[in-house]
């Protein structure tokens, strides 16, 4: 069973329709969920980290929220440069110092 | 945010031989550094811990006397696919946490080497 998983797989938007990505967990004892962009053939760029459930970050079109079992990633009127994967990941207290576990990613699109 | 490098970008080699890919942390130091592989439309997976003054910490399943990895000092550590093969051929990155510069226990990648074995 995956322990971190993103959905939906791909997605599709058009300039300006605002959306939602979603980064579900089963872990316990949740350390940190870490947010990156990784645009093809680069590494993964940080984006935000949450702490804690309720807790909320904000940068440019995007916002990170998370609740006990889930984040999500809004993205609102979003531009083709939004284009990317964007990757979720987990500390949780049964891993080791600092390791992260990744979900898959989703690939944004974004149309002109 | 901290910043990672990574050297080459880009590596070609024949089948037998052995790569050497180079991870700095360029404005702060990093005790410990992450070594990830990444396959096409695949998430990161990784494969080691790189300890600076110790020996790496291996991922179940990787094997260490395949992939060296010496922690020179804290701003470099390496990673040496010896006698690489034609399935080794994939996207390594390396991380470190950044302490200097950005939130807290953060992990930030280098840009990723493209290893392809012919």
């Known amino acids: 069973e995956d322990q971190v998983t993103q959905s939906p797989e791909a997605l599709r938007l058009q300039e300006g329709e605002s959306s939602s990505l979603n980064c579900s967990y089963t872990v316990s004892g949740l350390r940190g969920l870490f947010w990156y962009r990784q645009d093809p053939g680069k590494g993964p760029e940080f984006l935000f980290t949450l702490y804690s459930a309720g807790e909320e970050k904000e940068k440019e079109r995007l916002k990170a929220t998370l609740t006990k079992k889930e984040s999500f990633l809004h993205i609102t009127a979003p531009k083709p440069e939004d284009s990317a994967t964007y990757l979720c990941?987990?500390?949780?207290?049964?891993?080791?110092?600092?390791?992260?576990?990744f979900g898959k990613g989703t690939l944004l699109t974004v149309n002109p | 945010g901290a910043v990672v490098s990574q050297h080459p970008s880009r590596v070609i080699c024949k089948s037998g031989t052995s790569v050497k890919i180079e991870c700095r942390s360029l404005d702060f130091q990093a005790t410990t550094m992450f070594w990830y592989r990444q396959f096409p439309k695949q998430s990161l997976m990784l494969m080691a811990t790189?300890?600076?003054?110790?020996?790496?910490?291996?991922e179940q399943g990787v094997e260490k006397d395949k992939f060296l990895i010496n922690h020179a000092s804290l701003t470099l550590s390496t990673l040496t696919v010896t006698s690489a093969h034609p399935e080794d051929s994939s996207f390594y990155i390396c991380?470190?946490?950044?302490?200097?510069?950005?939130?807290?226990?953060?992990?930030?990648f280098g840009p990723g080497t493209r290893l392809l074995v012919l």
């Open positions: 790189s300890n600076e003054g110790s020996k790496a910490t291996y």
């Open positions: 990941a987990v500390r949780w207290s049964g891993g080791s110092n600092y390791k992260l576990t």
């Open positions: 991380s470190a946490p950044g302490l200097a510069g950005g939130p807290r226990e953060t992990q930030y």
